[in-house]
């Protein structure tokens, strides 16, 4: 299993930008693929953003496309989202996970930052 531990969460006005971080350890050579989910209050848990660990292969939700940049640094294990224009309708509790295979589910979750846009 890998674990994951989340940072840069916090308050920013609309327009404004976040870089959230997502440190890997533990087994982390079993790692396919890492990814970004957020679940707003009264909302299900969405889709964000995933890159591929091996080829760096991303893909964005279209609600964050233009605005959210995902990147990654191998040698701290570490994934990053630089989020930009924020808008309020950001406002969510923002999980990263890791999965093992193409096949496998997400199966390793972080504890979740909150990032909360004013208006």
């Known amino acids: 299993q890998v674990q994951l531990v989340e940072s840069g969460g916090g308050l920013v006005q609309a327009g404004g930008s976040l870089r959230l971080s997502c440190a890997a350890s533990?087994?982390?050579?079993?790692?396919?693929?890492m990814g970004w989910f957020r679940q707003a209050p009264g909302k299900e848990r969405e889709f964000v953003a995933t890159?591929?660990?091996?080829?760096?292969?991303?893909n964005y939700a279209d609600s964050v496309k233009g605005r959210f940049t995902v990147s990654r640094d191998n040698t701290k294990n570490t994934m990053y989202l630089q989020m930009n224009s924020l808008k309020p309708e950001d406002t969510a509790v923002y999980y990263c996970?890791?999965?093992?295979?193409?096949?496998?589910?997400?199966?390793?979750w972080g504890q979740g930052t909150q990032v909360t846009v004013s208006s």
């Open positions: 996970a890791a999965k093992k295979s193409a096949w496998d589910q997400f199966g390793s």
């Open positions: 533990g087994r982390t050579f079993r790692t396919y693929a």
């Open positions: 890159m591929n660990w091996s080829s760096g292969t991303t």
